[in-house]
């Protein structure tokens, strides 16, 4: 069963750092646009940051630009998110998509994605 997984939520306090990690079973990332996404109670789901196949594409949302970093490592098939000067309203469920598409802004990643990951709670609070 196609499956993509995150790792790396948890409770931090404002001004800390965590890193999420995804990958997936049964496929690579390789081929895929990656992209983070989160969903707060309450609040729809928001895109945050996207990675093209190559890496040579990155895009964020505003609201973490310069906070935040996307990354992936293709022999390890892992893509990760950086996460820097976290602040309560980061708090969320944090989702891992795969897309077999290019994506050149963050609409395109957040309307193509084909599989999801179940997320990883992120808890900003002191």
């Known amino acids: 069963q196609v499956q993509v997984v995150e790792s790396g939520g948890g409770l931090v306090q404002p001004g800390g750092s965590l890193r999420l990690s995804c990958t997936a079973s049964e496929f690579t990332l390789e081929h895929f646009s990656i992209g983070w996404f989160r969903q707060a109670p309450g609040k729809e789901r928001e895109g945050v940051s996207c990675i093209s196949s190559s890496a040579g594409t990155t895009l964020y949302a505003d609201s973490v630009k310069g906070r935040f970093t996307i990354s992936r490592d293709n022999a390890k098939n892992m893509v990760y998110l950086q996460m820097n000067s976290l602040k309560p309203e980061d708090t969320a469920v944090y989702h891992c998509?795969?897309?077999?598409?290019?994506?050149?802004?963050?609409?395109?990643?957040?309307?193509?994605?084909?599989?999801w990951g179940e997320g990883t709670l992120v808890t900003v609070s002191s």
């Open positions: 998509a795969a897309g077999g598409i290019s994506i050149a802004t963050m609409d395109e990643c957040y309307y193509n994605m084909d599989y």
